[in-house]
């Protein structure tokens, strides 16, 4: 490793040993950048690296609310604005108890070099809160949503911080934060992405994380001589990605065998039924344990983790950080996966993500392959700027034009960089190049 970045992931290691997730996350990209530091010394006289790691700021706040029973509740809330150097800090917010600042910061880290890599003048955020919406009313919802935003409405604006959706946070709960942030500050400006279609947000833009990683993973198999048509595929999930991960497998002629939510999964070996799923999940915001009722075939298994048990060509972790660990990796390896690639953020652990590089399956880290969504999200900033809205085809025209060129950019960074077929550092270094060029210009910000 380049011992300047190596000494600075010590650092890091030793300030931030609390921070699991963030350490886990800096120690798969800064290694990697190692040949970038080698080719320019520039970067540690300027302290580049030093600076990059250490987000732009961190707002923590309380958030009171009070339930249906008339009972005061209180959470807390974080917004970690990482980078601007290419643009407004961008992305999204994320409701789920186990939400921490090293979880945000992981994905915040993430968040800028995915953000650059879509070639869409986006820097990194990402917020959330410990508020968890499983079995609250809408109004409770509503309210919680309204006190975030009493807080966080003077930290953001269209050309300063653009936050969307994410885990437990989907177009109720940006209407909800959108509307009160425009009570606030009397701003129509287009804050906010994933807004509904009647407001302000694009089409497509619901699909398009999901959509977007199917482009991706297209041109990654047609690269390698390999054809999605007949493949069996496993989407981990049931939520936004995951769903439109699975209806656009299919479309390609896939056949998917088993998705999952946080208690279970369920095996369909005829195919998943698609339909019931979005019913029991999205419009009734139930359990995936309900499936082999409603649709009247399949299994159900306890425990997230089962889903990888099954044989498949291609693996797909659609739900959270590091669901797919060393042992679910060597039974997908097992099974014959050939390809996997990562809807969620860092969904495979680091032992599980060099198992599959070292057995030859193709590879792609959550940085390329799930860009789709925030790039749909710069495309609805864009329409917002000139009060504009684009038709579905146009929207899904340009994302998967966008996918395939980070695609390109990728493998040929990873060729370029003496690693030809490693997908992780090629995404790494090239979002990382970018990002690097602007902090240069810029001075010392
Ligand atoms: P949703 O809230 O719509 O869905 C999340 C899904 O993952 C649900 O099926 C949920 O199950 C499951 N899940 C959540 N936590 C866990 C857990 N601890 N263990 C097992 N399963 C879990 O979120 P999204 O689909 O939007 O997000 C999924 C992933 O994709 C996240 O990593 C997110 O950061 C990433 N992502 C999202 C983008 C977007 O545009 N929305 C863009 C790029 C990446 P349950 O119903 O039981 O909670
Ligand atoms: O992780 C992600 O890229 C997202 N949750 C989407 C961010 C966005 O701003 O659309």
Same mark, same amino acid.
């Given at each position: ?8 992931? !010590? ?46 700021? &961190? ?6 609310? $009070? ?31 186990? $939400? ?14 995915? *953000? ?15 508020? +968890? ?16 935003? *009493? ?10 911080? $653009? ?11 940006? =209407? ?14 287009? /804050? ?13 833009? /619901? ?10 993973? +297209? ?13 069996? &595929? ?5 939520? *936004? ?21 946080? +208690? =279970?999964?369920?095996?369909?070996? !005829? ?79 680091? !032992? ?27 495309? !609805? ?19 998967? +034009? ?44």
């Amino acid at each position: 490793m380049n011992p300047y970045v190596s000494r600075v992931l !010590e650092e890091v290691k030793a300030r931030y040993a609390h921070e699991r997730e963030f350490l886990q996350a800096a120690q798969e990209m800064l290694p990697s950048l190692s040949s970038v530091f080698d080719q320019h010394p520039e970067y540690e006289q300027a302290s580049l690296l030093e600076r990059f790691i250490e987000p732009e700021r &961190v707002i923590i706040f309380r958030v009171p609310w $009070v339930d249906d029973q008339g009972r005061p509740r209180v959470n807390r809330a974080y917004r970690v604005q990482f980078s601007s150097a290419i643009g407004p800090y961008k992305g999204g917010i994320r409701f789920h108890p186990s $939400v921490n600042l090293g979880i945000l910061k992981f994905l915040a880290l993430e968040q800028t070099l995915k *953000n650059s890599l879509t070639g869409l003048p986006i820097g990194g955020g990402k917020g959330g809160s410990d508020f +968890d919406p499983k079995g609250k009313s809408d109004g409770e919802v509503m309210r919680f949503c309204q006190s975030l935003i *009493n807080e966080l409405y003077r930290h953001i604006g269209a050309s300063i911080d $653009v936050p969307a959706g994410d885990i437990g946070v989907g177009a109720r709960e940006v =209407g909800y934060m959108y509307g009160q942030y425009k009570r606030l500050t009397g701003l129509y400006d287009g /804050t906010y992405t994933g807004k509904g279609l009647s407001f302000g947000g694009s089409s497509g833009r /619901t699909q398009a994380t999901g959509y977007g990683l199917l482009y991706l993973v +297209d041109a990654m198999l047609r690269q390698n001589g390999l054809d999605i048509a007949g493949m069996r &595929v496993i989407v981990s999930g049931s939520g *936004n990605v995951a769903i439109h991960a699975a209806e656009k497998a299919m479309q390609m002629g896939a056949l998917v065998i088993a998705m999952s939510d946080s +208690d =279970g999964s369920i095996y369909d070996s !005829e195919g998943v039924q698609l339909e019931v799923i979005r019913q029991i999940k999205l419009q009734e915001r139930g359990r995936i344990s309900d499936y082999p009722r409603r649709a009247g075939r399949g299994e159900y298994r306890e425990g997230a983790a089962g889903i990888w048990q099954h044989r498949c060509d291609l693996a797909l972790p659609c739900a959270t950080q590091n669901e797919l660990d060393l042992d679910s990796a060597m039974a997908l390896v097992k099974g014959g996966v050939k390809a996997v690639a990562e809807g969620a953020n860092m969904p495979a652990t680091l !032992e599980a993500t060099a198992f599959f590089q070292s057995q030859g399956v193709l590879f792609a880290s959550g940085k390329a392959a799930n860009a789709g969504g925030v790039a749909v999200s710069a495309l !609805e900033m864009s329409q917002n700027a000139m009060r504009l809205n684009w038709t579905f085809e146009e929207v899904d025209r340009q994302l998967k +034009d966008v996918m395939e060129r980070i695609f390109e950019k990728v493998s040929r960074t990873a060729a370029r960089y003496a690693r030809p077929g490693d997908y992780v550092t090629g995404a790494n270094i090239a979002g990382f190049l970018k990002v690097a060029e602007a902090m240069m210009a810029q001075g010392v910000v």
